[in-house]
């Protein structure tokens, strides 16, 4: 059975944004394919009639410092975002969501745009990106706008925007200042390769009396589409780290999630023990790396 009829291989991002909007059928975009080829393999995803294929496009693989910001390309690998050195010193949390997508042949192939594109709410690219406040760069044929990562995401599977009209080009954070720090952690069935059964990232700056300044926090899946823990971030702030603040932290980020039974990866009831543990690990560790 053919999944696709047809598959152009664009060479720019205007070409590739010419080939989405000139289809008469069902298209989509690939990079490296690794959930859209899986999916219709498996017949979770109707036949498509036209692939585009953008993993040829130069200008989606670019990671870069722009001022006070580090952009980085829609087509960078995992495995590229693992092994550079640029996204080690400024986006850790970036750097250990990659990690742990996948084996090595999928973060071989698989990227960063892919994995927001997918628009699941446990994402570890996604969930990483977003405690970096991340904007994202939209591309259409009247050219590109940054946007907030966050307000892409309409529900599972879906985004805010036509496939068909805009592609996702890149993504750009702040470079990171001093005592600032970031972290990721999930925690996976034993199998090793699914959906993550609950991540979490964290971003933090450390003040001048050792108080929690400001922090990010985004976490998956907690609700329809990838999650920031905003009251619990408001909570944090001007606070130093210790048990009794932690404890309250993890009451209210508990309050604010919205976590349910999945058949195949947990119960609710286990996703609501695993929270304070992750929240414990990546403030800590996020705490130790702004601290070095």
Not at 29 to 34: E, M, Q, Y
Not at 144 to 172: H, Q
Not at 234 to 245: E, M, N, P, Q, Y
Request: proline letters at 4%.
């Amino acid at each position: 059975m053919n999944h696709f009829q047809e598959y152009l291989q664009p060479k720019s991002i205007e070409e590739a944004l010419n080939d989405l909007s000139s289809a008469t059928g069902s298209v989509a975009v690939i990079a490296g394919g690794t959930d859209l080829l899986l999916e219709l393999r498996q017949g979770r995803h109707p036949a498509i009639e036209r692939l585009v294929d953008v993993s040829g496009i130069d200008s989606l693989r670019d990671v870069r410092v722009e001022g006070d910001h580090i952009y980085l390309g829609a087509g960078v690998t995992h495995k590229e975002i693992i092994s550079n050195p640029l996204l080690g010193e400024h986006a850790r949390c970036v750097v250990e969501g990659c990690g742990l997508i996948g084996g090595p042949q999928v973060r071989n192939v698989a990227t960063i745009g892919g994995n927001v594109a997918h628009a699941l709410p446990a994402g570890d690219g996604t969930i990483s990106l977003l405690a970096l406040d991340t904007e994202v760069q939209l591309a259409t044929a009247e050219g590109t706008s940054w946007e907030p990562l966050i307000e892409i995401f309409r529900g599972p599977g879906e985004v805010n925007f036509d496939r068909k009209k805009v592609l996702i080009a890149g993504f750009r954070f702040r470079t990171k200042d001093e005592k600032e720090g970031s972290a990721f952690q999930r925690v996976m069935r034993p199998q090793g390769v699914a959906i993550a059964i609950l991540n979490m990232a964290a971003w933090l700056k450390i003040g001048p009396d050792g108080e929690i300044e400001r922090t990010r926090i985004s976490c998956g899946p907690a609700g329809p589409k990838p999650f920031r823990a905003y009251q619990t971030e408001k909570f944090l702030a001007g606070k130093k780290w210790d048990d009794g603040v932690y404890q309250q932290a993890a009451e209210i980020l508990g309050g604010e999630v919205s976590l349910r039974t999945s058949a195949h990866r947990a119960t609710k009831e286990y996703r609501h023990k695993l929270l304070p543990v992750l929240l414990q690990k990546v403030i800590e560790k996020a705490i130790h790396r702004a601290n070095l």
